[in-house]
């Protein structure tokens, strides 16, 4: 857990200069969508207050010398002879350096210290926050002029390339393109978002931390890529037009239940049924009907558990549990899965109570303590101060 002036501190002692550039990137709640953005369907995610921090320079040198405040490590690599490492945290970095070398661009040496407050593991995209924050402070130092959408397709790159997680667009777009108040519906096709208000007064943002982070959710994540693909290959023999599963409907699935095989209509379904839930809740938070905004995320979840498989028993837990707590919109799983948080639309007056009761259940349940957060919507990663 680092904060700005920490990283910015630690940049000073470390090289012996203060940072001529310090950058924030945020991480992302998303409200409904889930898996859907590899699909080319919808997602509704927003920019949150867990932030990372970088603290960079350009140098005369050829080496891009990178320190993590968090882990108390560091690692330095030639700017020519950018590959993936054993250093799992400095990949994220290095795979962003390797997409812009890939775009033609001539990266010279250059000092980070990097650290913030995401954590790690808990389906909040700190690992997109690192991406992204270095793109967006790379993009800055050497005048390169890309714009935000390029940034995250790099950043996206880079996690498929140096992280190994086949990821969609959101966790990226989200951190570069987030609006303080605001969630942002983005179709993950045409790349057209719209951003809707996001009214605090009536209701917070709860995210409940399980703590459980399995080690197969990467490998988990992309096999239900493959899956999906192996779905549309099926439904393409059939509906030539059908180019992703944005495309396909129930009544299609349904048809070719047979040749699908009971896993993959499973998957599919899921997939087609949520990216209908997106469109339908959003249609609800723009009459600020979070009653129903809610019942949406309690389809979610269930699809997420039953047909995609990617819940776990303490997430289930905690989305039961926030069902029976008053004054609770909505709950499910968020993010890829096999761990991390839920999300809770709760009423403000009962966020206190919310949070013990659901403790309560949690503490009983699995003998250990809830870690929660109340988070506020945010704009997107910016630069903090310039020293030069
Ligand atoms: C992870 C991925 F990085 C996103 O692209 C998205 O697919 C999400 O899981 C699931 O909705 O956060």
Known sequence: MSTAAEVSATFQQHFGYAAPLLVRAPGRVNLIGEHTDYNQGFVLPAAIDKEIYFAIGLTQGTDIRLVSHDLHDSCTIATGQVHRTETQWANYLLGVVAQLQK?????????????????????????????????????????LSLDKMTLAHAAQKAE???????????????????????????????????????????????????????S?????????????????????????KVQSLRDATMTQLETHRDELGPLTFRRCSYVVQENQRVITACQHLEQQDLAAFGQQMY?????????????????????????????VYGSRMMGGGFGGCT???????????????????????????????????????SEVASNG
């Open 216 to 240: 197969l959710a990467d490998s988990e994540y992309n096999k239900r890529r493959q899956e999906c693909e192996r779905g549309v290959e099926i439904l393409r023999r059939h509906y030539p």
């Open 299 to 327: 389809a979610s979840h269930a699809g997420l558990r039953d047909d995609y498989e990617v819940s776990c028993e303490e997430l289930d837990v905690l989305v039961e549990a926030a069902r029976t707590v008053p004054g």
């Open 103 to 143: 775009r033609g661009v001539e990266v010279p040496g250059f000092d980070c210290v990097f650290g913030g407050n995401v954590p790690v593991g808990a389906g909040m995209s700190s690992s997109a926050a690192v991406e992204c924050g270095l793109a967006f402070a790379l993009n800055e130092l050497l005048s």
């Open 160 to 214: 498929h390339e140096y992280a190994g997680v086949m990821c969609g667009l959101m966790d990226q777009f989200a951190s570069l393109f987030g609006r303080p108040g605001s969630v942002v519906r983005l179709d993950c096709r045409s790349l057209d978002f719209e951003y809707y208000p996001f009214n605090t007064e009536a209701c917070r943002l709860v995210l409940c931390n399980s703590g459980v982070k399995h």
């Open 343 to 381: 999300i809770n639309l709760v009423s403000p007056d009962q966020v206190e109570n919310f949070i013990r009761q659901v403790g309560a259940v949690y503490q009983q349940r699995f003998g250990r303590d809830l870690e929660t957060y109340q988070t506020s919507i945010v704009g997107g990663v």
